[in-house]
């Protein structure tokens, strides 16, 4: 059984930076597609970025450029670095694991996939990004 505890989120004015973990315990880890999702007020839970087991990445259009997701397998640890923040990336920020042993970066864009892995996935608490 996988277990994702995120921490590092906060309060940071537009332009800043913030860098939330997710730690994650179980032995599978190393095995993972590991991905950042986040969900803002009234809105639909959205991909952000995804890293699959041999370090391949795919990030959202809103946050290419801006975010970098990175993981510390020695650590058993996911990484959300965001820099250039703006109101519209206020939500609540959770990590997510694939449990299927994806081969391939998560497929953020796909509505079935997210359906999917909301269902069957595991997931962490969340932890609040807020900018202004």
């Known amino acids: 059984h996988v277990q994702l505890v995120e921490s590092g989120g906060g309060s940071v004015q537009v332009g800043g930076s913030l860098s939330p973990s997710c730690a994650v315990s179980g032995d599978e880890y190393r095995g993972l597609c590991m991905g950042w999702f986040r969900q803002a007020p009234g809105k639909e839970r959205e991909g952000v970025a995804t890293l699959d087991r041999d370090g391949r990445t795919s990030y959202a259009r809103s946050v290419e450029g801006r975010f970098t997701i990175s993981r510390d397998d020695s650590k058993n640890t996911l990484y959300l670095q965001m820099k250039g923040l703006k109101p519209e990336d206020t939500a609540t920020y959770y990590c997510?694991?694939?449990?299927?042993?994806?081969?391939?970066?998560?497929?953020?864009?796909?509505?079935?996939?997210?359906?999917?892995?909301?269902?069957?996935?595991?997931w962490g608490q969340g932890t609040q990004v807020t900018v202004s």
């Open positions: 997510a694991a694939d449990p299927g042993g994806r081969a391939t970066p998560m497929n953020l864009e796909n509505s079935d996939y997210r359906r999917w892995l909301r269902e069957h996935g595991f």
